[in-house]
């Protein structure tokens, strides 16, 4: 699995069906490269801010798109479920949190619709803030890492009609665009709007 600034050292057999997980189905953008780039934040918040629960919020990341297929609606339940089943199998003295761990990536399944104060104001709620933040950070990449990661996503869905394909995404990309806030934590709404907005506004002008 992708080196970062660990909290825990995962179990031989635990990395590797992380491994495996990543790589059924292949993945043109839920991939381990996009667990990679949320690793390099991670560790940007253990430098600054922190996490409350770095143990939990890094092991969600780290299952959050385990089970990914683009033609099923609860890849996030099923990923959760996988979490939980596999902490409890590898890490069962580690004091581990496993319903927060499975609550975190369950809520991935609502980006686009949650708001900040749908979250206490305290380091739990923070940490909730910033993990879901992280996962919607290549929204405010790059126009070229953007654009790759939406010719990720189209791929991902090539089994769908391109017009339905592209009236649903157009939807959902400017749905994102009209909301007041696109990112929930402070510091990820001051470091990646902006830069969120332009792409969005350019992709919204483009699906045909």
């Not at 104060?117 to 405010?140: E, N, Q, S, V, Y």
């Not at 126009?143 to 339905?164: K, L, N």
């Not at 792409?199 to 699906?207: C, F, I, Q, W």
């Amino acid at each position: 699995m992708v080196p970062a600034r660990s909290p825990l050292v995962l179990p031989e057999p635990l990395d590797a069906a992380l491994v495996d997980a990543y790589g059924n189905p292949p993945r043109a953008y839920h991939s381990l490269d996009h667990i990679e780039a949320l690793l390099r934040l991670y560790d940007e918040v253990a430098e600054g801010p922190g996490w409350a629960q770095p143990r939990e919020v890094y092991l969600a990341m780290l299952f959050h798109d385990a089970i990914y297929d683009a033609r099923r609606d609860d890849n996030e339940a099923r990923s959760a479920a996988m979490a939980a089943a596999e902490i409890a199998r590898w890490l069962p003295d580690a004091g581990i949190d496993i319903p927060r761990v499975a609550e975190l990536i369950e809520l991935t399944a609502r980006h686009g619709q949650l708001v900040a104060d749908d979250f206490p104001r305290d380091p739990r709620g923070d940490d909730t803030r910033r993990f879901l933040d992280c996962d919607m950070a290549i929204l405010g990449a790059s126009p070229a890492a953007f654009d790759a990661y939406d010719r990720g996503i189209a791929a991902e869905y090539r089994h769908v009609p391109r017009w339905t394909y592209a009236l649903g995404r157009r939807r959902f990309l400017k749905g994102l665009l009209a909301r007041e806030r696109i990112f929930l934590d402070d510091g990820f709404h001051a470091r990646f709007d902006a830069q969120a907005r332009h792409n969005l506004r350019r992709a919204v002008t483009t699906k045909r």
